[in-house]
């Protein structure tokens, strides 16, 4: 893993949002729309926009990685794509091997189309799998079925991408069973990333307005437990799995503080000019002012849900409550620079960070 500390060096990773999704799926929070034919031209031509802005601002910085998140990005023309990594070239230094990764649904791209974003920079994909059975990703909302997960998959394997997967457990009336199960069909796939997530019941979802039969939080936690037992790969942040090395980077720089802007309407970023951190929503003309003590928080919250743990450095130091941690080591423990939780923390991850920060 490598953490720079890019305040120092001024880099910046990109998250570029791209708000559409054939259909909404049941239980479906994110900014996205169903739209089946989106003003393509017009979505890139206001990306490009914001690049332009972001570069002004900051310099010709480098950019260490680039993620594209939706959204269902996989459904850009590879000409968009094109046109957008021509303006991140164009206004920023590409580091040579920055990691761009791209989120992908199955059924919106076939080999040709991956090959189109492979040729124009994309090194690591995405895959909305979210099931491995048909009746599961049907009562999800899900457009595709098992088979054609499993096809994009292996396509991208063979082109030597790294891959991640993403699957929801804790669906109504799965049991520990279910999350076992799920997990010995994930380790035969040969996946060196895999993203687990419980699902939540978000209203204003389809699923909101449903009485369904969720599992209670003990019966989650039981899930959550079984999960590192079985999959091959180990946990390295709450929901996140992978083969050493092959952690995904963009995420890791933005969880132990790096910078990083938001591209499109639906993103938010932390850009550091001026000696000052800002908190930033796509869309160029929005960033405000953070404190130091507010970004060093946030250091402290999402650090902490990594396995690695917040790095001790000075500005964290001074949020945290050091008789607290002192005194409960079997939830928090010191690992050199760093502080990280223990098995039995992590099942309380969010009491432990309010009591942990002073
Ligand atoms: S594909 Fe992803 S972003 Fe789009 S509706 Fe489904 S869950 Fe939401």
């Not at 910085?61 to 959204?71: E, K, L, Q, W």
């Not at 040579?96 to 791209?102: H, K, P, Q, V």
């Not at 669906?171 to 060196?192: M, R």
């Amino acid at each position: 893993m490598n953490y720079h500390d890019f305040t120092m060096n001024k880099a910046h990773n990109l998250y570029i949002h791209v708000p559409f999704c054939m259909s909404k799926c049941n239980y479906c929070a994110f900014y996205s729309f169903a739209c089946k034919s989106p003003d393509w031209t017009e979505y890139a031509n206001k990306i490009c926009n914001e690049l332009r802005f972001w570069s002004q601002k900051l310099g010709k910085i480098n950019v260490p990685t680039i993620f594209f998140g939706g959204g269902t990005p996989s459904l850009m023309p590879v000409s968009i794509f094109e046109q957008i990594m021509n303006s991140i070239n164009q206004n920023f230094k590409v580091d040579e091997n920055c990691e761009i990764t791209l989120e992908s649904n199955p059924g919106t791209i076939d080999k040709d189309k991956l090959l189109g974003f492979v040729s124009n920079g994309v090194n690591r994909l995405s895959v909305g799998v979210q099931s491995l059975n048909d009746e599961e990703l049907k009562f999800l909302g899900r457009r595709h079925d098992v088979k054609t997960a499993i096809n994009l998959l292996e396509t991208a394997q063979n082109m030597n991408l790294r891959v991640n997967a993403d699957f929801i457990y804790g669906l109504p009336n799965q049991k520990t069973a279910n999350v076992v199960n799920l997990c010995e069909n994930i380790n035969k796939l040969g996946l060196s990333h895999v993203s687990m997530y419980e699902l939540t019941i978000e209203k204003n979802t389809p699923f909101g307005k449903m009485n369904l039969n969720m599992p209670d939080n003990e019966k989650m936690a039981k899930m959550y437990d079984a999960i590192p037992q079985i999959l091959s790969l180990p946990r390295y942040e709450v929901s996140n799995y992978a083969a050493s090395g092959n952690e995904c980077r963009h995420n890791l720089n933005v969880w132990s503080g790096a910078a990083y802007i938001g591209i499109g309407k639906g993103a938010a970023g932390r850009v550091y000019f001026d000696n000052t951190w800002f908190e930033q929503r796509g869309n160029f003309e929005c960033f405000e002012k953070m404190s130091d003590d507010t970004r060093a928080t946030e250091k402290v919250i999402t650090g902490m849900r990594t396995m690695r743990g917040v790095k001790l450095s000075e500005d964290v130091k001074k949020q945290l409550d050091f008789d607290w941690i002192n005194s409960h080591k079997d939830l928090v423990e010191i690992d050199g620079e760093y502080l990280h939780t223990t098995d039995k923390g992590l099942l309380i991850l969010d009491d432990i960070i309010v009591d942990i920060i002073k």
